[in-house]
């Protein structure tokens, strides 16, 4: 239909809304009921080369998303930095623009659209936001001429409807792309736990790293053999003793459970071993000890590496003649008892300080099991943190999903509190979320808090490879996230840079850092990549 014979009546307006509304309840996807809307306003009220702009993520400009009357190369062109020209102001500020003549405008770009393919008359154009819960998430903007009859004032208004019911189409549009993300979430957590080896016994992940872990586990499992776990904190180690005992012929005895940290040490050998009545001050009865409750099943000394020196040593007996003493008693008790140990400390560099039994080191350590860190787990946090959210569902009584952008960001991160640190953000996202989604936002925000916290001290452990912390490694113990950026540190970032080709999520795993933390020092030391 030409321009010039288009009708300015009530009517075509009120068409123009009802074939709106219809586009919304029919098209299966945003894009051709976008361009069905924008379609109709031109062809009924001469409003055109009609075009809506929504913010780029990964270059943070505005960018025209779907258009009508526009060529894919003049598309290509509409790109507004925020608070640039008429449109990245509409969407900076959230008001109206009215520009009766685009000639008369300095802050009109023509940037999309060249002025000379335009009427040679005065053209107008007219610009709204697009409003989502109070805030601006696009701009819809529209070109007439100047001359027409029709108040601008009306066009405006049915512009704001129009932009309103986009809005409401986008907004569909993330929550069918949120549902779906999350039911396929669902399927491979699904699938994992009917795929994977370890699921019976609540070891989730389908990556290789895990599943080899777990087969190494099952291959010793039904012997008899002394187990070291070695891993960082959170990486799971009690839940791999316990698939220890489950898949042993003992899973029908005691699993017992000590942590030797936990206990002052000069508490721990009555904790272990038991003691008799009056063999100290308060000892009014008799006790059996942690050792004499596991027997014939599976003890389970975690942080075997904080075990008192002397302590060692009487261990190291019980392991050998399979008898101990219950503190104050004389009388030899007979243990039927496997051991699986576990640490997150470097035993061979406490051997060699003098701070462990190298005979003990060599007892514990006949068939030592690496678990990975969780950064080192490619494709298992998303399933994890799904798994975590359903928990976290059932427990709070809620019915939240991950929102878009929100497991990627998680795969990012460095996570040093591995699973134990998972479980915990996506609890606390769960207790924050105000709208059954869990944001990226959200999730950018408790990472901001979990950054103040740093690993004290990455080790290597018997041939289990962590993070060598680089630039992190040198700062002080308790560094704030955004701690002081030295000049002799470029060199070192431009070459973790190079080594990952410009990828900075790898370059800042490489040196210890969080990825913010890496964009936050680039920016202090101007390196460009």
């Not at 509409?90 to 393919?117: H, K």
């Not at 839940?239 to 003992?250: E, G, P, T």
């Not at 508490?267 to 008799?276: D, I, P, R, T, V």
Request: charged fraction near 25%; glycine fraction near 8%.
């Amino acid at each position: 239909m030409q321009t010039s014979q288009i009708a300015s009546t009530p009517e075509s307006e009120l068409l123009v809304v009802q074939e709106a509304a219809r586009l919304i309840t029919r098209s299966n996807n945003a894009g051709s009921a976008i361009y069905g809307m924008l379609g109709i306003m031109s062809q009924l009220l001469g409003l055109n080369r009609g075009r809506v702009l929504l913010p780029d993520p990964s270059s943070g400009t505005l960018d025209i998303r779907f258009a009508y009357g526009l060529t894919e190369a003049e598309r290509l062109r509409g790109r507004y930095a925020i608070g640039e020209g008429v449109t990245g102001k509409v969407y900076q500020t959230g008001q109206i623009a009215l520009i009766q003549n685009i000639d008369d405008e300095p802050t009109y770009l023509a940037r999309a659209v060249d002025r000379s393919t335009l009427p040679n008359e005065a053209v107008s154009f007219l610009a709204v936001p697009i409003v989502l819960e109070e805030k601006p998430i696009g701009v819809l903007a529209v070109h007439r001429l100047r001359k027409r009859e029709r108040p601008f004032q009306r066009d405006l208004a049915l512009l704001q409807v129009v932009a309103t019911f986009i809005g409401q189409i986008l907004r569909i549009q993330d929550l069918v792309a949120e549902r779906t993300a999350d039911l396929l979430s669902e399927n491979r957590l699904l699938k994992n736990k009917m795929e994977s080896h370890g699921a019976r016994y609540g070891i989730i992940g389908n990556s290789e790293s895990i599943q080899q872990a777990v087969l190494q586990a099952l291959q010793v499992a039904e012997t008899e053999t002394t187990v070291l776990l070695l891993g960082e904190s959170g990486t799971g180690k009690e839940r791999f003793a316990k698939m220890q005992h489950m898949a042993s012929k003992r899973a029908d005895g005691p699993f017992v459970s000590i942590n030797c940290a936990a206990i002052p040490a000069n508490l721990m050998e009555s904790e272990l071993f038991g003691h008799e009545k009056g063999a100290f001050t308060g000892a009014t009865t008799s006790k059996r000890g942690k050792m004499e409750m596991a027997s014939g099943g599976t003890l389970f000394l975690d942080e075997i590496g904080d075990l008192d020196i002397d302590l060692q040593s009487k261990l190291l007996r019980v392991l050998e003649s399979r008898v101990i003493q219950r503190v104050g008693g004389h009388k030899d008790i007979p243990l039927d008892v496997r051991i699986v140990a576990a640490t997150h400390k470097n035993l061979q560099e406490a051997v060699n300080e003098n701070r462990f039994r190298l005979d003990l080191f060599y007892r514990l350590n006949v068939f030592p099991i690496k678990l990975p860190p969780l950064r080192a787990r490619q494709g298992d946090i998303p399933i994890l943190a799904r798994h975590f959210l359903n928990a976290a569902n059932q427990e709070y009584g809620r019915n939240i999903i991950f929102g878009t952008g929100a497991l990627e960001l998680m795969e990012t991160y460095l996570w040093h509190g591995n699973i134990r640190q998972l479980e915990n953000v996506v609890k606390r996202a769960v207790l924050m979320s105000t709208d059954n989604i869990i944001q990226r936002l959200l999730i950018e925000q408790i990472f901001a808090q979990e950054d103040g916290i740093v690993e004290q001290g990455s080790v290597e452990n018997n041939n289990v490879a962590y993070l060598k912390p680089g630039i992190a490694g040198s700062m002080p113990d308790n560094f704030r996230p955004y701690a002081r950026v030295r000049d002799d540190e470029a060199e070192q970032i431009e070459d973790a840079l190079r080594k990952n080709y410009g990828n900075k999520t790898r370059a800042a795993i490489s040196l210890g850092l969080t990825p913010r933390q890496l964009r936050y020092r680039m920016q202090k030391l101007n390196i460009q990549y």
